[in-house]
């Protein structure tokens, strides 16, 4: 199958390069503005923005579906462009999801946990998204637009975790690095998610751009984990000092928009479409 995927020189999008081209599909890999390559596979930069040249490329692409992983993820970029954020996580979705519809295309887009807004465990795909974050709102307000296509599906992401691929360092690495040369970090334990590493992920939403499946699934992990729970055992696990991970809270650290205390997501549909899924533990992920 041909899949177009968006956001492919994310953190993300580098594992799902690897892992959509080792279950044989033709993968086109749009990036912002990155150029090189992906396991191989050259990066196309498209602006997301630029709606001229996302329907030009999707035609010139002719994808038989479309993964689309590009966003402004980074929530202080939307809380402080909130415009820009409207436009890539919201108005490029809707062009995309028109195109698909008009073409009968399939689409999965990928959402995030922190529609959510804190207030409850175990969130299912029915419950209320009530964001309290500009990024998670922009990312809800463009859920109807993929529901709207015919088989359209929306993967709403938990807390992903793991190694960077994507040639940049991300949270996790400055984390883990820092830790290895000895420095104490401080996580909070009284924020709550359902992390999931990034090649687990990868591999379901491989498995589930072949199924024909839509509305809302929430692809996360098993565990229901404090972020400082995740970072001490994935120290540990790494052989590094885990009492260098010191617990802190949300109300220690002064921030302009409020954090859902809790984002954690109810699988059970995930685990009904794939009941032979294997979502490793933090230690299994980390040491394979």
């Not at 540990?236 to 409020?258: F, M, W, Y």
Request: a neutral charge; charged letters at 25%; aromatic letters at 4%.
């Amino acid at each position: 199958m041909r899949i177009v995927l968006t956001g492919a020189s994310g953190s993300l999008g580098a594992y799902l390069v690897e892992s959509l081209g080792a279950a044989g599909h033709d993968v086109v890999a749009w990036s912002g503005g990155s150029t090189g390559a992906r396991s191989g596979v050259p990066l196309v930069p498209v602006d997301l923005e630029d709606g001229n040249a996302v329907a030009v490329r999707l035609d010139g692409d002719d994808p038989a579906a479309v993964i689309h992983a590009g966003a402004l993820s980074a929530a202080e970029g939307v809380r402080r462009d909130p415009e820009r954020g409207h436009r890539v996580n919201v108005v490029a979705t809707e062009r995309i999801a028109d195109w698909c519809a008009r073409r009968g295309r399939r689409l999965i887009y990928t959402s995030t946990d922190l529609v959510f807004d804190g207030s409850r465990a175990w969130n299912r795909e029915d419950d209320p998204a009530e964001p309290v974050l500009a990024y998670g709102r922009t990312k809800r307000a463009a859920e109807p637009a993929v529901l709207a296509v015919p088989g359209g599906l929306v993967a709403r992401l938990c807390l992903l975790f793991g190694r960077s691929r994507c040639g940049r360092d991300v949270f996790f690495d400055r984390a883990i690095a820092a830790l290895s040369r000895g420095e104490p970090q401080s996580f909070f334990d009284d924020e709550f998610r359902t992390p999931l590493h990034l090649a687990t992920a990868a591999r379901i939403l491989t498995r589930l751009v072949a199924m024909q499946v839509d509305g809302i699934v929430h692809v996360a992990g098993a565990e229901r984990l404090s972020r400082h729970a995740l970072m001490w055992r994935s120290a540990k696990s790494l052989g590094l000092d885990e009492t260098l991970v010191r617990a802190n809270q949300r109300s220690q650290v002064p921030s302009a928009e409020p954090r859902p205390a809790d984002a954690s997501l109810d699988t059970t549909r995930l685990m009904t479409l794939l009941p032979d899924l294997v979502r490793p533990t933090i230690e299994q992920a980390l040491t394979r």
